[in-house]
């Protein structure tokens, strides 16, 4: 077994918190003080999957998203990191710090669309890099598959050769965008506003959901931690969801 702490520090080393915006708050945001024999890895940390954590004999999750983003002024059953406490589970959450991290959320996505070279913009957020031609229908089909998710997608109608990648919420980063001339921003979500100026500007926009942008390094997470700490079981959770159903 291993002490929150010594997960905590590994983590630290592999998106370090300086990393971070100004406004998050990542880091070890709940610590119960039990050794751990088993982690659960997750993108969001809710009663589900405390009740998973729980269920399978964790001591620990950890998450992409801060499971306390808000200051508290009182804590209660009604709140997740209540259950946390309630069940002896601690919570490590990486967030913009692990966006930005080499090997975090948004490499792993260049990785996923074979980006070549892939270099930081947008603060370190995002990531650059050139793609094989190709044009925003073939490449919002790809999304599509490759993310299992819904996609829609606003063509500015030039080919695609330098492509940007924002996860999760990124669409309004779609100035930075052009300032490293890509052709074309994948992100999680853009705003109807965000897709006007984008295009009038020459840039395509493809938004492929929150979610499914940023899902693909909570395996990638369950992978570092099983190698790092091999005497612990870690896996990804099965419980995290979507928030939202799609007609």
């Keep these: 077994m291993a002490t929150v702490a010594e ?6 080393r ?36 405390v009740a998973e954590a729980a269920r399978t004999g964790c001591q620990l999750i950890v998450s992409h998203h801060p499971v306390i983003f ?40 260049a990785g996923l669309f074979a980006m070549q070279t892939p270099v930081p913009f947008a603060e370190g957020c995002g990531r650059v890099g050139t793609i094989a031609e190709t044009d925003t229908r073939a490449l919002s ?18 080919p695609i050769r330098r492509l940007a990648v924002i ?17 074309c921003l994948l992100t999680g979500e853009a705003s109807h506003h965000a897709a006007l100026d984008a295009t009038r ?11 499914a ?5 909570v395996p990638v997470l369950a ?3 099983a190698a790092a700490f091999p005497k612990i079981r870690v896996s990804p959770s099965t419980c995290c969801q979507a928030p939202f159903t799609y007609l």
């Design 167 to 183: 996860s999760g919420a990124g669409g309004s980063m779609f100035a930075d965008a052009l300032a490293v001339g890509a052709d």
């Design 14 to 49: 592999l998106a370090p918190p300086e990393l971070a915006a100004s406004w998050d708050n990542p880091g070890l945001l709940v610590d119960t003080g039990a050794e751990v024999s088993g982690i659960l890895t997750t993108l969001d940390i809710t009663a589900a999957v």
């Design 7 to 12: 997960i905590y520090a590994f983590m630290a």
């Design 70 to 109: 808000d200051p508290l002024k009182r804590l209660g059953p009604q709140d997740v990191a209540f259950a946390l406490v309630q069940n002896g589970i601690s919570a490590i959450c990486m967030h913009t710090n692990l966006d930005a991290a080499p090997g975090g959320v948004n490499e792993v996505l």
């Design 223 to 225: 992978e570092k931690l």
């Design 201 to 211: 500007l020459g840039l395509s926009l493809i938004a492929a959901g929150h979610y």
């Design 141 to 158: 089909e790809k999304a599509q598959a490759v993310l299992h998710t819904a996609v829609k997608f606003a063509d500015a109608g030039k």
């Design 213 to 217: 942008t940023e899902w693909p390094i």
